[in-house]
């Protein structure tokens, strides 16, 4: 084993996650040329697992970028400049990505809740009865407080709305629970690699819709390199614009087989087994959870730190054992702190994570 296998610490944090030697060891296949006929059979050969693990009929494009890229791609390619999109906010990545529709000049409104609620589809509704949107975009699973939002509830409501586009961010849960790209009429879904498909990070996958293909051509400025227009004419040739991650493709598709063989069903049945553990250790503890109740997230736990100890303590102490979990994200650090049990995660993993944070905690006591 190298030395730095050796010192390996086990990430019980929300991205990037523990990623398996098996994983590690696929990126290491010879390179091949992203023009060759090799690379195409490969992008060919991820297209269906990856249509079958967005539950899509839709191409899944590859993205070169960390799923905030795709929100860039998205917020460009999806809404009008003579138009306005909704953004569902209620923690610190939904707020960013509505900056982001800012910043490349679109007219933004948002439905804001306090961090740790979930939007309900109720606000939704009220909205779009009183204005008109190209889009919708709302993250299913806001990492930075442990909310999972009812995004088949939207859909319903959505339904009602049939030019407005839905444009939903599942990057932390995508792989760790059901997510019906088709089914929920959802146009631009989008995801990255780094969390619960359990890879290193650098790549990133959105399913898109062909209402956002034809939306796409009546916007002129859609930049180049998140284009969904040149992205799927080079898709159809299964390739992509700009040179991708070769060897984070080799490992995804390596990681999709085994997430088939594993099971989807079983897969997901996995992280709400590791949720519900979490969240008994939590109670048996003597914290609180953060997240709303009835909204809790399948793959990462915000904890609310009621006994008031001392994270990065904490954080120390389980580095000595060989882990390590997460503070809470901006506003929330020292007064939270994640969990994150997705990807490959074991509840074995997150038994011996408790045993050592019990140890911790009979220290304070």
Not at 124 to 146: K, P, R
Not at 155 to 184: C, M, N, Q, R
Request: charged share 25%.
């Amino acid at each position: 084993m190298s030395p730095k296998r050796s010192e390996h610490v086990r990430l019980f944090i929300p991205g990037p996650v523990e990623v398996r030697a098996e994983i590690l060891d696929a990126q290491s296949d010879w390179m091949i040329g992203h023009r060759s006929s090799d690379f195409a059979a490969l992008y060919g050969r991820m297209q269906p697992k990856l249509q079958q693990t967005f539950y899509t009929q839709n191409p899944v494009y590859l993205y070169t970028s960390s799923g905030t890229g795709i929100w860039e791609s998205a917020s460009r390619c999806a809404v009008r400049d003579d138009k306005k999109v909704l953004h569902l906010t209620c923690g610190a990545f939904s707020e960013r990505w509505a900056e982001v529709s800012h910043m490349n000049g679109k007219q933004v409104e948002v439905i804001a809740v306090e961090w740790g609620q979930a939007v309900k589809p109720e606000q939704l509704a009220d909205a779009l009865s009183h204005g008109t949107y190209d889009a919708v975009a709302c993250v299913m699973n806001e990492t930075s407080t442990g909310v999972r939002n009812p995004i088949e509830d939207y859909a319903k409501v959505l339904e009602a709305y049939p030019d407005t586009l839905f444009l939903v961010d599942v990057v932390s849960i995508y792989a760790g629970a059901k997510v019906e790209t088709d089914a929920w009429g959802i146009d631009v879904c989008l995801t990255s690699t780094q969390k619960a498909f359990a890879l290193p990070p650098g790549m990133a996958f959105g399913a898109v819709s062909p209402a956002v293909l034809e939306r796409a051509r009546e916007i002129p400025h859609r930049g180049y390199y998140f284009d969904v227009l040149e992205i799927d004419r080079h898709h159809q040739k299964n390739n992509t614009p700009a040179t991708p991650p070769v060897s984070l493709m080799y490992a995804a598709d390596r990681q999709l087989d085994d997430m088939l063989a594993e099971g989807l069903e079983a897969r997901f049945a996995r992280h709400e087994k590791m949720a519900a553990m979490t969240r008994e250790w939590v109670q048996r503890a003597g914290f609180e959870m953060f997240s709303e109740e009835g909204y809790h997230s399948p793959t990462v736990s915000n904890v609310a730190n009621t006994r008031e100890i001392d994270v990065a303590a904490l954080n120390a102490f389980l580095r000595e054992r060989g882990m390590v979990i997460s503070n809470g994200y901006g506003k929330l650090k020292g007064k939270a702190f994640r969990i994150a049990h997705m990807g490959d995660t074991q509840p074995a993993d997150l038994e011996a994570l408790f045993a050592a944070m019990d140890a911790f905690l009979a220290e304070q006591a």
